[in-house]
């Protein structure tokens, strides 16, 4: 075991996946000389050469496009989109090329591509670098799509993105980045759990709090502030969040009888909106209370100095807590 | 420095000589960009192109027919564009590989698709037919431009593994305007990549002019990109043939992209679903009728008598058979069951999908109860 | 009144928005001289001229993008994207411009554009053809999402889109463009309901079910049906889905106290997956059971000879009405 | 027929030339195409530019020690563009439109922004500051190369309104690989649309050599589209003054769209948060120290007697006095409450959004309860 920050868990596993691999590739913005603008790719360049580190031209499209062709030649590209705003050019390429070609070609063309996201906000910068897209992904087809939220994690779940088949979106926690945890960098692949299943980072009784990447911390933090209070809160992180692992979910919630979900994103349509929606179909008759989402406001991601408005913060979680548990909350009285 | 084929052969004009080597009226002549490309070629190997060009007019013609049947849900036709695409696809080698857009007919036929693939991609019951692995060409595309840039990556592909083969793209003069066409172009420069962009020009795009989209001609824009073209006339199936020898020979050879320009003629409607009569005169048509790419082909097999009755018979002969034969592949076709919708979303298991496949076949199970 | 199809009544609208405002602009590919290939901009071209009436190069960011340039400009642009598959290329335009501008510059620029969309499926058509991307857009703040259902609606709406001063996508169903309806071409804006309310397509008291454009029909459809069983449907159309009149829904849902909703769009995250859960969240104490949602299946839009695989029909929806009910169901004993 | 201002200059090396007015070295030179753009200009005239861009340099450090003491967000500096952006920007007319990108700080400042516009942008309080609407000047575009479609639209809204505006796209030579870009290209082209396009060919695209983006001179790419270019000397601000008036007489007399590269250096990092070190050579940057922009015209201005030290030090007084407003206007701006999160997202009424401000206004609510 090794302490170091997700930043650092996330090169190694790179450097790891691409020893293990050599038709793992590289490619990006910056990604190379540079080792991106999070330094997550520092040091590849070095060790495996420009032919499999690609410094790519500025245009998001092209990079998804290209990748595209990569993959059908064999290759496995892992792209890394320099942030979550700039995802919106290579939309097309993404949800009609890599999310569709297995489809289409009924099985005959393999599209494993990993999409690297410096992702969500938190961490004071400009428009656009700290959106939370994920919601169109995870209604999307033909993607699996997964976040991290520890140095381990962030380590294992990336490797396993790379060596799997199909597409993953793979979304890095900005705020998170400099997070550090113990990471065994020998950890067996085979032996680590699949990345479509949930874990539960918290045990608890009196609540079922449900979130992703870097919300996991925010609601750890709640947990321990509630247990002051004598509340409980049973914290899953959800890592892949299409898939969601739905068993892991229910068990607890099936324990606790409420829910909270909480996430950067916006709120309508987002996937709190899917996780109230599927366990109320799934748990109905164990709910006691009404499932709460405490997410992100309905608006674009605000200017940095207001973004703490709208990152639920703890505060905003325990509110959201008292509401599923029926105690006075801000919304009472208030019309939903 | 950019090398261009004869790009400068017009500058008074701007709009760049186009390449023939045949010309509409069926007569050979010189072009010293592009004579060499064609210098082994024989007779035969003319009359080979003539029939590859008349069977696939000729299931076009099938395919037309059994959409309006009701047999398919739709039909792009080349008609007229068959040297445009057979000239530039014979001078592949099997083991490059080809990105077509969905009215290259006449290049996966030349790629090796069977008459079922060839009209069963629009009976809608798959949306590919062909494994791309078997005959290294991709599935149609649908999205204008998005497979310029599968080609360019397949070519970095293609450099990485040190290998000599080409990758072809295939698009529309509509596609250059869409910013995946130019990105492809930049990519491509940007690595020196082994890709040949084939754009054939039919001077329409639906309902728009090509000088809706292009205020120069298509063929100068590559150049800019720091990519060598040519423009070639697109009804010359000789003069195609050459072009893409030489667009291939550079690319082959580590000299990085090429743009082929071909100006062609789309003789029929964009699809079934469209009507040209709302938004072009028939003059233009009549026009490009007298640049027929088989017409031309044929006089100039004839005037060196290379070309008789007792050929053109035997190649309608084929013709009529393959298009019976493409008509009964789309005819014969089975039915997928409806469980099959949840086919091949992914490579690998996935929960959620499982799931949902499981209720949707407890819900056909409901059917299949009521029904016995 | 005059009867005449969805079609017919779109082109009406355009007509008679053209006619009020000269700042309104049609611009897409093949609006001009083809008047769109489902000719929805028929005789645009003639009588407003090519200012108005705009056959643009074939690029959907370009048209996107070019239209903000003229809404700043002032101008009202009313865009066409040929098909709902082609939105995409516009999508970084659409979600970081079109959607953020007027949020960016404190409300000063405003960005009046409607973005039609013959939307969805059910026509035989090929990939591409038939989408329902309707989630991304209603999860995304800044935009408005409606989807008609008659040509009433669809003349009265398309003429408020293109009055509202925000960003307006105007969905409409493929299936419903030959579907016929009585128009009043006199009605008065005015007078007219906002195109934010939601409508009660047809009243009952057993169970609600909500929905919106082309699967309005089959709901419609349905409740026939299903009276004939003696369950009384109240079909809901919502008309605006971002967005969503829940006054009206919560009036229905506690009556009746359960909840069905339907949709083309594919169900992780999608528009039913925020209506269950906000209904959720607003009517928890009035549910009977636990909302369903009747969906298209989590695929990539499928080929044509299976898309009635794909689109819930009548017997599906009742399916999941039964659920609602209680009754016997294709899932019962099955796991969710 | 396309007009390339000067482009055929050097077709021997195919890199085109670089039109330059006043050299490296301050001396005036002479160049046919761009001489007669600024024949009326005085030494007063050139005596102002210098100003300008010592005013702006001025800005630029003040926001960048502004940042770095934590008072700004980010800071993206302009060091050793100031003659591309304020040649280009000095030649405009106050009613044309410009739609900059983030590092356009030059521009924005002779557009009229005021000493808190200029700083607060990158405060976080706000995402943009001054209105458009009154300098005719849209919010700095952060996507890459977005706001080039959007200069084609007003472009094309100013012909609409048959007036003679022009609309000016800024962006880097990182932005050319863009779709967006092309397709700006694409359409300004096809509608004839009275749009500059300036692009600052800065060298970088944060750590890519402008090679990565570009195989071939960037100014080439404009031809291919149908659209006259010029590549000019960005670090020669009379140069690039010419050039722009070149490009707004053609594009204000209904000529159509033009395109600038001007050819200049990213003295600073790419943003305060960027390491250059990591990616290039000192020795790269000290060449370009040696083209600086400001010391070229004062050279230039003093060789011919109009520029003495007490005009410097009045220069550098007005800047020190405009470092001290810019640095007040960004501490003394006001917080915005948390409840603005919800301000301007819609023009009209939303029912669904009024519904999250109430809950939200009564969440804080509990807060000032819990306070007093
Ligand atoms: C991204 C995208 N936008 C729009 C369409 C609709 N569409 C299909 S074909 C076509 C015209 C294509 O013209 P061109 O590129 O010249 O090819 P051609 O059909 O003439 O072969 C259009 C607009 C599409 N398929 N994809
Ligand atoms: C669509 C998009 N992709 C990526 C980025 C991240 N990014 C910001 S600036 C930049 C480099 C821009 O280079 P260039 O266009 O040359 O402009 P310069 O910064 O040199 O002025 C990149 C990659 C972005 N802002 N937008
Ligand atoms: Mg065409
Ligand atoms: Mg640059």
Redesign the pocket.
């Known amino acids: 075991m090794t302490a170091m920050t997700m930043g650092k868990s996330l090169n190694a596993a790179l450097h790891t996946a691409m020893r293990r691999d050599e038709r793992v590739l590289v490619m990006g913005?910056?990604v190379g000389r540079l080792g991106g603008v999070f330094r997550i790719t520092e040091g590849l360049l070095d060790e495996f050469g420009a032919k499999r580190v690609i410094d790519t031209p500025?245009a998001?499209a092209g990079i998804m496009g290209t990748a595209v062709g990569l993959a059908m030649r064999g290759f496995r590209p892992v792209v890394e989109i320099?942030?979550d705003g700039?995802m919106y050019?290579a939309f097309d390429q993404l949800v009609c090329q890599v999310a569709k070609l297995h489809y289409r070609t009924l099985g005959r063309v393999k599209m494993p591509l990993t999409i690297r996201v410096p992702w969500a906000g938190g961490v004071g910068a400009a428009e656009?670098h700290s959106e939370s897209p994920e919601a169109y992904f995870v209604h999307t087809a033909g993607l699996r799509v997964v976040a991290v939220s520890d140095p381990q994690d962030a380590y294992v779940m990336l490797q396993q993105a790379i060596a799997s088949d199909d597409p993953v979106v793979f979304l890095e926690p900005k705020r998170l980045y400099h997070t550090k945890g113990e990471v065994d960098l020998d950890a067996n692949l085979a032996d680590a759990a699949p990345m479509g299943l949930a874990r539960v980072a918290r045990p608890g009784t009196d609540v079922t709090l449900v979130t992703y990447g870097g919300q996991v911390r925010t609601a750890l933090d709640a947990a321990v502030a509630a247990e002051d209070e004598g509340v409980s809160i049973e914290v899953i992180d959800l890592r892949s969040i299409s898939p969601i692992d739905y068993d892991t979910v229910d068990a607890s919630v099936r324990r606790t009888g409420r829910l909270v979900v909480t996430h950067e994103a916006g709120r309508e349509a987002g996937v709190g909106a899917e996780i109230v929606a599927s366990v109320t179909e799934r748990d109905f008759e164990y709910l006691e209370s009404a499932p709460v989402r405490v997410t992100g406001h309905d608006v674009p991601y605000p200017p940095s100095k207001l973004e703490h408005s709208h990152i639920p913060d703890l505060d905003r979680i325990l509110d959201g807590v008292d509401r599923a548990l029926g105690r006075p909350n801000s919304l009472t009285g208030v019309a939903l | 420095m950019v090398y261009t084929l004869g790009a400068a052969a017009d500058p008074a004009t701007g709009t760049g000589r186009i390449h023939t080597l045949i010309t509409a009226q069926g007569a050979r002549v010189t072009d010293v960009d592009l004579d060499s490309y064609v210098a082994d070629l024989t007779a035969k190997d003319l009359r080979e192109l003539y029939r590859d060009m008349t069977l696939v007019r000729r299931i076009d013609s099938e395919g037309f027919s059994l959409q309006r049947q009701g047999q398919l849900g739709l039909w792009a036709p080349s008609l007229g564009q068959e040297a445009a695409q057979l000239g530039t696809a014979r001078a592949l080698r099997s083991d490059d590989f080809v990105f077509p857009s969905y009215r290259e007919l006449g290049v996966v036929y030349a790629r090796g698709a069977t008459a079922s693939d060839l009209v069963n991609t629009w009976r809608g019951e798959r949306n590919s037919t062909y494994d791309p692995y078997e005959i290294n060409t991709a599935t149609m595309q649908i999205i204008i431009g998005a497979q310029t840039l599968h080609a360019v990556g397949y070519a970095m592909g293609i450099q990485r593994d040190g290998q000599d083969q080409v990758a072809v793209a295939y698009f529309g003069d509509g596609a250059t305007s869409q910013g995946d066409v130019n990105e492809a172009m930049v990519f491509a420069a940007s690595f020196g990549a082994p890709v040949v962009f084939v754009c054939q020009n039919n001077q329409w795009a639906i309902s728009e002019p090509v000088g809706v989209q292009a205020a120069a001609p298509i063929a100068g824009r590559a150049p800019g990109f720091g990519i060598p073209s040519v423009r070639v006339d697109g009804n010359d199936v000789l003069a195609c043939f050459a072009a893409m020898r030489w667009a291939l020979s550079q690319a082959r050879s580590g000299q990085g992209p090429v743009f082929i320009e071909a100006v062609t003629y789309r003789m029929g409607p964009h699809t079934t679903s469209d009507d040209p009569t709302k938004y072009r005169d028939e003059a233009e048509l009549d026009l490009w009728r007298t640049r027929d790419p088989l017409a031309r082909i044929e006089t100039f097999l004839r005037s060196i008598g290379e070309f008789d009755d007792a050929f053109a018979a035997e190649v309608a002969a084929q013709a009529d058979a393959l298009g019976a034969e493409v008509r009964a592949a789309c005819l014969s076709i089975a039915n997928r069951a409806p469980i099959e919708v949840f086919d091949h979303v992914y490579a690998e298991p996935h929960s959620a999908l499982e799931r949902q496949r499981a209720q949707f076949a407890a819900y056909l199970a409901g059917f299949e109860e009521d029904a016995r």
């Open positions: 913005e910056d500025l998001e320099q942030f700039f050019p656009h």
